[in-house]
Nanobody, 125 residues
Framework: QVQLVESGGGLVQAGGSLRLSCAASGRTFSTNTMGWFRQNPGKEREFVAAISWNSLRTSYADSMKGRCTISRDNAKNTVYLQINSLKPEDTAVYYC??????????????????WGQGTQVTVSS
């Protein structure tokens, strides 16, 4: 099993930035594809970004392109999500996810096996 714990969320002003962290434990983190998703009540989880095990491949949602950077530190078993130029519509619970089956990048939630509890990001106008 993989346990994921997100942190770093909070209240920020529009135009500001935030760096989310996801600490992983359990199964080996270094070979997992990691992703970030976000979700609001009554809606599906929305893809934000994903990163391969070796950080050589990344993928971003169109809404995040140019504003978001996903990174990972395998030595620390941690994946990060840097979000710049935050907008009120970025307000959501942000989830870290791990895919264990292969090392490919996916942008749909069903491709991921484990999820953290989420961290709330609120962007004020």
């Amino acid at each position: 099993q993989v346990q994921l714990v997100e942190s770093g969320g909070g209240l920020v002003q529009a135009g500001g930035s935030l760096r989310l962290s996801c600490a992983a434990s359990g199964r080996t983190f270094s070979t997992n594809t990691m992703g970030w998703f976000r979700q609001n009540p009554g809606k599906e989880r929305e893809f934000v970004a994903a990163i391969s095990w070796n950080s050589l491949r990344t993928s971003y949602a169109d809404s995040m392109k140019g504003r978001c950077t996903i990174s990972r530190d395998n030595a620390k078993n941690t994946v990060y999500l840097q979000i710049n130029s935050l907008k009120p519509e970025d307000t959501a619970v942000y989830y870290c996810a791990a895919r264990l089956v292969d090392g490919l990048l996916y942008n749909h939630s069903v491709a991921y096996d484990y999820w953290g509890q989420g961290t709330q990001v609120t962007v004020s106008s």
